[in-house]
């Protein structure tokens, strides 16, 4: 076990506990000399307001691109899962976009918002819809992102919902039909709850990437306008890197290492309420 320990030590577990112990210390990131300020930094954050700002924006952004990226991958992968001739193509161009770089995605959206010549407000202007600023209004900058998101991640929720639904036995379709069962029940009573763990696998994993999201907030918004799409990770950054406080910036990814957890366990707690493993 010794090979696969040294990298996990070396790689995951040393830099946690020394994030950790940064966090307890005024270390600007330069300077050899470390100050320790204990709880300092964390009581900082936690009676900033914009500590507060952040959080909602995070939760925001979270909730906007978990629940769209599982239903529309589910409903996608419904859609898809037929043998018909051209679904293989159909299913490589919703998947192309989870393995192209999110940077190279991002510049592409941003254009795609242009406001004077961009393709979003032209298809709204063809509905006689008005012009929105998207990444510059602070009204539309979240949902912006969060479209890009979701855009990116549901082909890769339709090929697990794919593999899942295969794994439905069809006996239990054959027995509510001749119950008289119509398509909306056995959805609702068959194929649902035999697909939950894979729901349950999606809903954190989709969750905590959310959480971590970096790359679209930095190409398309840089946190902004007025702060609107700016996350608990992008304030980590700017701590990090544009103000050099490693200290409040290392305590700020150790909250988010623990609401990440709680949001998990919450997820694993309620998951045996809905969850149905065969």
Not at 38 to 47: D, Q
Request: charged share 10%.
């Amino acid at each position: 076990m010794i090979p696969a320990l040294l990298p996990l030590c070396v790689f995951y577990l040393y830099p946690i506990f020394y994030s950790f112990y940064i966090s307890f210390t005024d270390w600007d990131y330069i300077s050899p000399e470390v100050n320790f300020v204990l709880f300092e930094n964390y009581y900082y954050l936690l009676t900033d307001p914009i500590f507060y700002q952040v959080l909602v924006n995070t939760l925001y952004f979270m909730l906007g691109t978990v629940l769209p990226t599982v239903v529309g991958g589910l409903l996608l992968a419904m859609l898809i899962s037929n043998k018909q001739k051209g679904m293989s193509i159909y299913r490589t161009i919703i998947f192309s976009p989870w393995v192209t770089p999110t940077v190279a995605i991002s510049i592409v959206w941003s254009w795609i918002y242009e406001p004077d010549v961009g393709l979003a407000n032209w298809l709204l202007s063809l509905i006689n819809l008005p012009a929105l600023g998207w990444t510059s209004s602070t009204t539309w900058a979240m949902p912006a992102v969060i479209i890009v998101t979701v855009w990116k991640g549901v082909g890769w929720a339709m090929i697990f919902y794919m593999h899942a639904l295969k794994t439905v036995p069809s006996s239990l379709y054959e027995a509510a039909d001749l119950d008289g069962a119509g398509r909306f029940k056995k959805f609702i009573h068959i194929t649902i709850p035999l697909i939950s763990p894979t729901t349950l696998f999606l809903v954190i994993i989709t969750m905590i990437d959310a959480i971590q999201a970096y790359d679209q907030i930095q190409v398309m918004t840089q946190g902004g306008p007025a702060g609107s799409t700016r996350t608990i990770l992008y304030m980590f950054y700017q701590a990090a890197f544009e103000q050099f406080d490693m200290g409040r910036a290392t305590a700020l990814s150790t909250i988010l290492v623990i609401i990440t957890g709680m949001l998990a366990a919450v997820q694993f707690y309620v998951s045996r309420k809905w969850v149905h493993y065969q």
